[in-house]
Every structure is written in C-alpha cells, then in structure tokens.
C-alpha cells in the first residue's frame, strides 16, 4: 500500500502554537524548531500523515499520533507507538517506510506500508 502527499509550505504559515500542537507531537515540535525553516519540516510531517491516510484509504486515522521521528542519519520513520501497531495490525501490515523532500514552496512525502 502505497499513498503520497504534497503540500504548500506557505498553508502553515499563519498556524498558531495551538494548532501546531494539536497536529504534531512534542518530538516532532521540538525537531523542526531547531530549523530556521521550521514550517518546511513541519510541511513534511504534515504530508507524511496525509500520504500514511492515503496508504491505508482511512480516514479515521489521527493525525496527531503518527509521529515522524528520524534515526542517527537523519533518516524518517513513523514511530511505532500501540496505536501504529494497531492499525498495521488491522491491515495485515508490518512495515512501513516513509521518504521525505522539501523546498521553500513545497513539502512531499510518500509512505510505503506492507
Ligand atoms: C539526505 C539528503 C539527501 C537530503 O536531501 P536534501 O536535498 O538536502 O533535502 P530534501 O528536502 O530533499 O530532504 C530533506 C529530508 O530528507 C530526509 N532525510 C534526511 N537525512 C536522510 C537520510 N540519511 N536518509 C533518508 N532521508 C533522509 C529528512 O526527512 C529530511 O526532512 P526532515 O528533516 O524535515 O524530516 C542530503 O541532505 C544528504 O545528507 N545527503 C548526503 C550525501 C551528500 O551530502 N552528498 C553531497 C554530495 S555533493
């Protein structure tokens, strides 16, 4: 199962703390506030939740608990919390894989589940 998103980087501009909160975990707040282009990171994420909602054709999915973390290399995963596994278990699915690239306009993400 396969899903991609791509987003405007600039639809996040005017976002308020509280709406950054309620769609992004506190890693993934912490993470992109160490950039000075922060909202593009944030984009990224963003496209990584809508591309992992497009994957499963599910919208009953919250945003707010799939969470973008990176390993050592910088590298995204979604973090495998209870209610991932939840979900991949539901779906007969045990591995996901996550790309994302972005420049000053635009943030894309693909999410790979099988
Ligand atoms: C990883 C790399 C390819 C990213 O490419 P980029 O054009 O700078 O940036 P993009 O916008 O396309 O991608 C950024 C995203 O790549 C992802 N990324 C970063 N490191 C990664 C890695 N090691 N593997 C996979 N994805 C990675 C991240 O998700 C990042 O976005 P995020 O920080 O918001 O999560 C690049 O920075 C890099 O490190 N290359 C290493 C090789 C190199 O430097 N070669 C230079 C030869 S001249």
């Known amino acids: ?16 703390d509280e709406e950054f909160m309620r769609v992004f975990s506190k890693a993934e707040i912490e993470y992109a506030n160490r950039f ?3 909202i593009e990171h944030f984009c990224g994420f963003f496209c990584v939740k809508e591309a992992f909602v497009k994957a499963l054709d599910d919208d ?26 939840e979900i ?11 790309s994302i690239s972005h420049c000053k306009e635009y943030a894309v993400a693909i999410v790979s589940i099988d």
Do not use: C
């Open 1 to 16: 199962m396969i899903g991609v998103d791509i987003e405007k980087i600039d639809r996040f501009a005017h976002w308020t």
């Open 36 to 38: 000075t282009n922060k």
């Open 60 to 85: 009953g999915i919250s945003y707010n608990q799939i969470e973008v973390l990176h390993t050592d290399t910088g590298k995204p995963y979604i973090n495998r919390t209870r209610y991932v596994n």
């Open 88 to 98: 991949l278990h539901e779906y007969f699915a045990n591995k996901i894989e996550v």
